[in-house]
């Protein structure tokens, strides 16, 4: 069983368009994450949320909207997608003050 | 602010010779410090972590890294490197927790046969 997973794998569109990214964890954390790894492989946080709230937002653009319905799934909507959107991006999950993150595959989005 | 430096983007080492990864840590208190490990294509996957005590931890597939608190540092070693461990390496600190984790930039290990 995949501890953390993230749906699609591979996201390949237009400018202009909006998608979604999806995940889901079955290991009873309260916290999950949204990370974008670039093409230099550095690793950003983006958002945070605690048992469905919203804790950080790492100046993101608000295009990126991200929703939680439960505390076992973070999903990530990006509106208007632009070409420096193109990354790699990653979910994570932890249990609350454990510090450990644990990671999705990740989702390789490329934007024309 | 909190911040993680891998001083090295590239290192390059023949197999079974021994490794070492630099990483230096900025944390305004006693940090939770960890190494997680990319192959190709993949996510991360956790490989050691310092919360307290030893300052010596042992991880997975052969690794161990050392905390020393005087030299801000948490270098990750390995006795004897396999083809296998040709991957991104990333050091992170933070307390976790809402906070999540702040990465270095990653050292990519490449292995010569």
């Known amino acids: 069983d995949t501890a953390v997973s993230q749906t699609p794998k591979y996201l390949v569109t237009q400018m202009g368009n909006d998608k979604s990214i999806k995940c889901e964890q079955n290991l009873g954390h309260d916290t999950m994450y949204w990370y974008k790894q670039d093409s230099k492989k550095f690793l950003k946080i983006m958002f945070s949320?605690?048992?469905?709230?919203?804790?950080i937002n790492e100046t993101v653009p608000n295009r990126f909207s991200p929703k939680s319905p439960d505390k076992a799934h973070l999903n990530l909507h990006i509106n208007s997608l632009e070409l420096g959107d193109s990354a790699v991006y990653f979910c994570?999950?932890?249990?609350?003050?454990?510090?450990?993150?644990?990671f999705g595959e990740g989702s390789r989005l490329t934007v024309l | 602010a909190q911040s993680v430096t891998q001083p090295d983007i590239h290192i390059t080492v023949s197999e079974g010779a021994s490794l070492e990864l630099r990483c230096n840590y900025s944390y305004g208190a006693t940090p939770y410090l960890f190494w997680y490990v990319q192959s190709p294509g993949q996510g991360l996957q956790l490989l050691l972590k310092?919360?307290?005590?030893?300052?010596l931890v042992q991880g997975i597939k052969g690794f161990e890294a050392e905390f020393k608190r005087s030299q801000s540092s948490f270098n990750l070693r390995k006795p004897s490197v396999h083809w296998s461990d040709a991957a991104e390496y990333f050091c992170a600190v933070g307390r976790g927790g809402a906070d999540g984790l702040t990465f270095g930039k990653g050292t990519h290990l490449i292995i010569q046969p």
């Open positions: 994570a999950s932890s249990p609350n003050m454990a510090g450990e993150l644990f």
């Open positions: 310092y919360f307290s005590g030893d300052t």
């Open positions: 949320y605690n048992n469905k709230e919203l804790i």
